[in-house]
């Protein structure tokens, strides 16, 4: 399977060291078969450190799954155990890893939904609630390599693709004008801009939004939001 990471750089030797904890599965390094939603990381991840971001090609042996030699855990969707699952790593308060899984496959927990597990974790909505609303979400996918030996099974490919359409480019004025219309912060400005449907469009070459005006763009963005 091919599977993608996507950063502000490219990785071409994974330090699980470097990886941060507290994350879906826990601490380790994360990619997905989705190519568009690397694309997305990538952009985020690399406004963050002013370029454009890196999409890294891997070769995942899916044989991994079945061999026998790794513990693996997989969700094939949003469920109530996935759930359980992601508010034990993210709840987590202590450097010893919530679980001794080698490999864990299964849906992200986007900005939208961590804001939501947060309000679970605080106990401001039910677990019903939380779970009614995960039936609506779109399909996304992950897979965290837990343990150095996990990491055998990811093999890099050269190939790979630079963000290289304007993107970056054109999400600075979209984000000033969030920041002065609506008086919100960067940050918020930023989060709301990333976690919609307009940014995956944009994101996604193929579409061609980018090269529309920004302020074609904003509209759509703002239709979107209802703002």
């Known amino acids: 399977m091919t599977v993608y990471h996507g950063s502000y750089t490219e990785i071409t030797e994974i330090d699980l060291s470097k990886c941060e904890p507290n994350k879906d599965f826990g601490k380790g390094f994360y990619v997905t ?10 952009v985020r991840i690399g406004r963050k ?20 030699m790794y513990k693996v855990l ?43 597990i947060d309000n679970y974790i605080l106990g401001k909505i039910s677990k019903e609630k939380f779970l009614n609303m995960l039936r609506r979400e779109e399909p996304t996918h992950q897979i965290c390599f837990c343990t150095a030996d996990s990491l055998l099974m990811l093999e890099y490919m050269e190939n790979t693709k630079n963000i290289s ?59 979107e939001m209802k703002i």
């Open 165 to 223: 359409y304007e993107v970056s480019e054109i999400g600075e004025p979209l984000l000033e004008q969030l920041v002065i219309d609506f008086n919100i912060d960067e940050e918020t400005a930023t989060d709301k801009f990333f976690s919609s449907n307009t940014f995956a469009k944009l994101a996604d070459e193929s579409t061609g939004l980018y090269k529309k005006p920004w302020q074609e763009i904003y509209e759509m963005l703002k239709k």
């Open 33 to 42: 078969k989705i190519r568009e939603q690397a694309e997305i990381w990538a």
């Open 49 to 68: 450190y002013q370029n454009k971001g890196v999409v890294t090609k891997f070769n995942f042996y899916e044989s991994a799954f079945v061999n026998g």
């Open 74 to 116: 997989q969700f094939d969707k949003y469920n109530e155990n996935w759930l359980d699952f992601v508010t034990l790593n993210r709840r987590l308060d202590s450097p010893i890893p919530a679980h001794d899984y080698d490999i864990v496959e299964g849906p992200v927990a986007d900005d939208r939904i961590s804001r939501e």
